[in-house]
């Protein structure tokens, strides 16, 4: 069983990772249930398909999927995120699956009704529970900047350290995270690092035909790709195009601050907002760019790794990341050796590394073939759904194959 209140055919974010480990363990012969929401990701508007229905059980690709309506604020504040997870939690709970006894219980993290309905679901089959922590909804409410974060930072901190805490085991996808995971009350011994993956193919169209297809010329093309909310703080892109007409800046996608960017950016002729591509030409576009870019807030030192971040790597063409060091998006960047990091919200030194990177173009396409080569050693499909397995072959092991897993954790750590 899989709680994750996001899910296919959402296409970005969380829900392609917890698609694809769902639809895997189906493949090995699982009978493998999912608990989701509505498809709302990441525009914050229910799928149309979707919309009208209160609960949906079917199957797509061997998993059976359970979906219970809840409600989707279209503007992001404390107070509605608050009613976004209660209605995922009171509707989940009060109709849950109608299914055989599940031998383990897997929740995906930041969703904290998830979180809740999974560890709930675990105790009264009283079976395993391991949630993965893609993000932390505590650290993410007070660094947000929205009305009545710290509050919200308090409460989502509370609901995390007593969904953690009932976990037999917890995955986390960057060991960026494990310090913040111990803090809510969690044994160390108890944490597996289970790393996302590329889940996007490798480019295959003709670079210079996609740009023509896409109106871009010989000038510089800086994309950002994927959700346009308040912890991004993508109007450090707009702010770069002020200060350079010359460059295009490109922000395609959706999210909670589209309308306000498009607002801020009236009049700034060179900065495109396109939609979401399609899984299809996806990679192609992002391969069409020169430049890639992942923006956060000054105030956000964010633990998680963006899932564009591993899109971006197999596309083969440098980052800048306009973030904050010593998180998960630098640590990351750095390692791969595919990007460059400058301060989070400052336009100038953000443009300054763009025009570097388009003044040798050499430079640039050896800075971005870094990233195939990082997905093909660490970021695969293959190896990033074995670590799922061995999360639950440890846990279906019981105690001593919790035990043996820490004893090898400890071996490898003195070695």
Do not use: C
Not at 226 to 232: D, I, T
């Amino acid at each position: 069983m899989l709680v994750s209140t996001n899910y296919a055919p959402e296409h970005t974010g969380i829900g392609p990772y917890a698609t694809q480990v769902a639809e895997h363990w189906s493949a090995q012969g699982h009978e493998t249930h999912v608990l989701a929401g509505m498809p709302h990701y990441p525009s914050w508007s229910v799928d149309p398909a979707y919309r009208g229905r209160w609960r949906m059980t079917g199957t797509r690709n061997g998993v059976t999927v359970h979906r219970r309506r809840h409600l989707v604020p279209s503007r992001q504040t404390a107070a509605r995120r608050a009613a976004f997870e209660a209605t995922v939690l009171g509707h989940q709970l009060a109709v849950p699956p109608r299914m055989e006894r599940p031998d383990a219980v897997f929740a995906q993290l930041p969703s904290l009704a998830g979180g809740v309905v999974a560890a709930r679901l675990a105790a009264r089959w009283r079976v395993p529970f391991v949630p993965v922590v893609q993000d932390l909804m505590g650290a993410a409410a007070e660094q947000s900047g929205i009305s009545g974060g710290d509050r919200a930072a308090r409460a989502a901190a509370g609901v995390e350290g007593y969904v953690l805490r009932r976990a037999t085991l917890v995955g986390v996808i960057h060991e960026t995270f494990a310090d913040r995971v111990v803090a809510l009350g969690v044994d160390r011994g108890r944490i597996r690092v289970v790393p996302n993956w590329s889940h996007v193919a490798a480019p295959s169209a003709d670079r210079e035909e996609t740009r023509a297809r896409l109106g871009w010329g010989a000038e510089p093309v800086v994309l950002h790709s994927g959700n346009m909310g308040l912890k991004q703080g993508l109007e450090v892109l707009v702010g770069a195009a002020r200060l350079d007409p010359e460059v295009r800046w490109v922000l395609m996608g959706d999210g909670s601050r589209r309308a306000a960017l498009r607002e801020t950016a009236s009049g700034v002729p060179n900065v495109e907002f396109l939609p979401p591509a399609g899984n299809e030409e996806f990679p192609d576009v992002l391969a069409a760019a020169d430049v890639l870019a992942v923006t956060q807030r000054a105030s956000v030192l964010d633990m998680s790794v963006p899932s564009k971040l591993t899109s971006y790597f197999a596309a083969g063409r440098p980052v800048v990341a306009s973030v904050a060091d010593g998180g998960g998006t630098a640590e990351e960047v750095r390692r791969s050796g595919a990007g460059v990091l400058v301060g989070p919200e400052d336009p100038a030194a953000l443009l300054e590394a763009v025009r570097k990177l388009a003044a040798d173009p050499a430079a640039a396409d050896a800075l971005g073939a870094r990233g195939p080569r990082h997905v093909a050693e660490h970021l695969g499909r293959g190896a990033g759904l074995a670590r799922y397995d061995a999360l639950l072959a440890e846990v279906l092991a019981g105690p001593a194959g919790t035990a043996a897993g820490e004893q090898g954790k400890a071996r490898g750590a003195g070695a």
